[in-house]
C-alpha cells in the first residue's frame, strides 16, 4: 500500500507531487521519491525516510519540469532503503516508474533479465516493471503506439499495480496502468493529475476520472487517451475530500481523533434518525423495506479494526434484531468456498474503502451475484463505488494509523443497521424509540469516558516496559477486548493478546505472573459476577489487574491493582465507552515508549497489498 501521484500540465510539477505525496503518506512512508522529465532526460531525487525529509533535500536541488511521477513506499519487496525507494529506472535511464502493489511472478522475470545481462539495483519487484518497460517502448514511434506496447508489457505480469511510466521518447506525457491497485485521474485547469485516491488531487480539481482494473492510458498537458476499451470513462465530480485542518491543540492526531469521537458519533447519525420516527433512515443502503423483510442472514467482512467492529454488532443484531450473523475475515472469506444463500447480505466495513482484502471479498462475493454492501469513511473509495450501495460514517479523514474515530463510528453506524433489522422484523415502535433515544446519548457518555485520560496516563507509564498484556471481556466487551490489545500491539509494539474472559483457564492463564497485567474489562452488566470471578482468578496468580468498571463500582477496587471508570450505559452500549480508556492507554503506553504513534512502524493505514 503505497501512495502515487503524477503529474502533467503547465505548472512546476514538483511542488504538486510533493504536497500530493504529503497527503498520501497515510498510504506508506518507509520512503519517497519523484522522477521529472528535465532537459530531455529523467532526473530522480528519492530516500529512505519521510516525505518530508524528501523536500528538505529538494529545496537545494535544480530538479525542474512540468512532467513528473511520485511515490511514497510501505515496503513489500526489498528493505526500507535508498536504493528501494521508488522511482525506479532501467539501466539507461530510459524510463522511470512508480508502483503501488504486488508482482507476484518478479523473481522470475528477474532471472529471465539477469540472464540477457541486466544488472539490478534494488531489491524491488518494481524495477523488473522499470527494466521491461523500457524495453517494450525502445521501438515504439507514438504515444498511442506506447500505450499498446505497455499494455503487453503489463500482461507479462501476475499480481496487483498501480503503475505510472515516464519516458524519455515521450517528454511530456505520464503512462499509467491498473489492476487491482486503485488509481485516479484529476483534471484540473492547469493540467492533469494521476493519483492513488481523491486525497492527492482534492487540491486541485473535483473533477475525476476512475482508472479501472485493464485500463491503459497516457496523459499529457492536452488531454488523455485511454486505450481503447469498452468503458465510457466519464467524468464525476467528487466531494471535497476534507483535509484534516492539523493538530490544533493536539499532540498527534491519533489524540486529537480519539477527541473528536462525540463529534464524529453524532456526524454518524445525522439525517438517519428522523423525530418521533422509530426505525432509522438508511437509504443509502439501496434496499427496500421488502428485501430487509427477507434477509436471513448478515454475513460481514472485513479487517483489523473494522472487523472488531463488525464482531460487537453480531451480538447486536442477534440479541436485538434476532437475525443470525456471520463474521469473517476479509482475507480468508476471498479464498473460501463459503456457501452464501440468496437471503444472505454481506455488508464490507472499511474505513478507508481501499483494503485490498476487504475489495477482494468484496468482488468475489459480488461475483457470485450475492446482495453486497458497504460500509466506509473515505467517500469515493473502490469499496464504496463498487458495493451496491451502502452507508459512509462522515467521520472526516483519520490520518492516525491506529483506528479509533472510525471504530465508533462504525459502531453508531452499526446500531442503526441493527435497529433498522429490528424493527423490520417485528420490534415494537417503542423499542426502536428507546434504542435509539440510546444511541443518540452516547456521545456524552464517550466525552465524560475521554475525562479519565489523567489516570491513563499514569497508568500506562506504570505498565510501560513489560513485555506482553492481556485483554479479556465478556459479550459485546470481547471483541473490544481485541480491539485493545491490536491498539496496544499497533503504536506501542508491546505484545498483547484479546480474549473471553471465561476463556483464560484453557490456556493462556498460564502466560500470568507479577510481570504480566489483564487488562479486565468488567462495566456492570449481567455478566459482572463471572467477570470478577475471572479476574479472582488472576490476582490468585499475582498477575497485575488494570479493571475498566462503571463510575462508582467500589468493589472492583478492592481487587484490582488498577481501575478506569467508564460511565454507566446499557449493556449492550458498553462497548462505544469500554473502548475510550484502551485506546487512551495503547497511546499513553506507546508516548511514554517513544514510539511514533501516528505512524508506527511497519504499518501503513490502508493495507491495499494482500
Ligand atoms: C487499525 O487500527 C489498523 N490500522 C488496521 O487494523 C485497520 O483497521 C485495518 O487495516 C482495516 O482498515 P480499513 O478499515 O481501512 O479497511
Redesign the pocket.
Known amino acids: 500500500m503505497c501512495g502515487i501521484v503524477g503529474y502533467v500540465g503547465s505548472k512546476e510539477a514538483r511542488s504538486i507531487l510533493l504536497e500530493g505525496l504529503q497527503t498520501l503518506e497515510y498510504r506508506g512512508y518507509d520512503s519517497a521519491g519523484v522522477a521529472v522529465i528535465q532537459a530531455g532526460g529523467i532526473e530522480v531525487k528519492k530516500r529512505a525516510g519521510r516525505v518530508a525529509d524528501l523536500a528538505k533535500e529538494l529545496e537545494g536541488s535544480t530538479l525542474s519540469g512540468t512532467c513528473g511521477i511520485s511515490h511514497t513506499r510501505w515496503a513489500t519487496h526489498g528493505g526500507v532503503t535508498n536504493a528501494n525507494a521508488h522511482p525506479h529506472t532501467d539501466e539507461a535511464r530510459e524510463v522511470a516508474v512508480v508502483h503501488n502493489g504486488v508482482i507476484e511472478n518478479h523473481a522470475a522475470l528477474r532471472t529471465t533479465l539477469e540472464k540477457e545481462g541486466v544488472e539490478f539495483a534494488s531489491e524491488t519487484d518494481t524495477e523488473v516493471i522499470a527494466m521491461l518497460a523500457a524495453r517494450a517502448l525502445r521501438k515504439v514511434r507514438t504515444a498511442k503506439e506506447a500505450t499498446v506496447a505497455i499494455s503487453k508489457m503489463v500482461s507479462k505480469l501476475t499480481g496487483t499495480y498501480g503503475l505510472l511510466i515516464l519516458s524519455k521518447k515521450f517528454p511530456d506525457t505520464i503512462f499509467a496502468a491498473r489492476l487491482g491497485s486503485p488509481l485516479l485521474l484529476g483534471i484540473a485547469k492547469h493540467g492533469y493529475l494521476v493519483a492513488s485516491d481523491a486525497t492527492a488531487v482534492s487540491a486541485h480539481t473535483d473533477q475525476v476520472i476512475y482508472i479501472e482494473d485493464g485500463d491503459v492510458l497516457a496523459v499529457n498537458p492536452k488531454g488523455y487517451q485511454f486505450l481503447k476499451t469498452e468503458r465510457n470513462h466519464s467524468v464525476e465530480q467528487i466531494e471535497k475530500v476534507e483535509m484534516s485542518e492539523g493538530l490544533g491543540k493536539f499532540t498527534h492526531y491519533m489524540q486529537k481523533e480519539m477527541y473528536e469521537q462525540p463529534a464524529s458519533i453524532t456526524s454518524a447519525l445525522r439525517g438517519h434518525i428522523l423525530k418521533n420516527e422509530a426505525i432509522p433512515r438508511l437509504s443509502g443502503m439501496n434496499i427496500t423495506d421488502e428485501q430487509a423483510g427477507q434477509i436471513d442472514r448478515i454475513i460481514f467482512t472485513?479487517?483489523?479494526?473494522?472487523?472488531h467492529a463488525a464482531l460487537v454488532a453480531e451480538y447486536w443484531l442477534e440479541e436485538i434484531a434476532g437475525l443470525p450473523v456471520e463474521v469473517e475475515y476479509a482475507s480468508e472469506l476471498r479464498y473460501r468456498k463459503s456457501p452464501v444463500g440468496d437471503n444472505t447480505l454481506v455488508v464490507a466495513?472499511?474505513?478507508?474503502?481501499?483494503?485490498a482484502d476487504?475489495l477482494a471479498a468484496l468482488r468475489e462475493l459480488k461475483r457470485q451475484g450475492k446482495l453486497v454492501r458497504a460500509l466506509v469513511?473515505?467517500v469515493g473509495s473502490s469499496?464504496a463505488r463498487e458495493a451496491g450501495g451502502g452507508l459512509y460514517l462522515h467521520a472526516g479523514p483519520e490520518i492516525g494509523?491506529?483506528?479509533?474515530k472510525?471504530?465508533t463510528s462504525q459502531l453508531a453506524v452499526l446500531f442503526l443497521l441493527t435497529t433498522y433489522f429490528a424493527r423490520i422484523r417485528g420490534v415494537s415502535k417503542a423499542k426502536g424509540k428507546e434504542l435509539l433515544k440510546e444511541l443518540q446519548n452516547i456521545p456524552v457518555h464517550v466525552k465524560k469516558a475521554l475525562t479519565y485520560e489523567h489516570e491513563i496516563e499514569t497508568i500506562a507509564e506504570r505498565y510501560q516496559d513489560v513485555h506482553t498484556m492481556l485483554y479479556l471481556g465478556r459479550g459485546t466487551n470481547y471483541p473490544v477486548a481485541l480491539e485493545g490489545a491490536?491498539?496496544l500491539k499497533?503504536v506501542s509494539y508491546i505484545h498483547a493478546e484479546g480474549y473471553p474472559a471465561a476463556e483464560m483457564k484453557h490456556g493462556p492463564i498460564a502466560l500470568v505472573d507479577k510481570e504480566t497485567p489483564s487488562v479486565i474489562i468488567n462495566p456492570r452488566s449481567a455478566l459482572y459476577d463471572k467477570v470478577m470471578s475471572n479476574l479472582e482468578e488472576i490476582k490468585a496468580r499475582n498477575g497485575p489487574v488494570i479493571a475498566i468498571a462503571t463510575e462508582g463500582d467500589r468493589a472492583i477496587a478492592k481487587k484490582a491493582d488498577q481501575v478506569i471508570y467508564v460511565p454507566d450505559v446499557p449493556d449492550i452500549f458498553q462497548p462505544f465507552v469500554t473502548v475510550i480508556p484502551l485506546q487512551l492507554l495503547s497511546y499513553h503506553a506507546a508516548l511514554a515508549r517513544g514510539c511514533d504513534v501516528d505512524k508506527p512502524r511497519n504499518?501503513a493505514?490502508?493495507?491495499t497489498v494482500e
Open positions: 472485513a479487517c483489523g479494526t473494522s472487523y466495513i472499511s474505513q478507508s474503502g481501499e483494503t476487504t469513511n473515505v469499496i494509523v491506529a483506528s479509533t472510525a471504530f491490536l491498539k499497533e504499518l493505514k490502508s493495507v
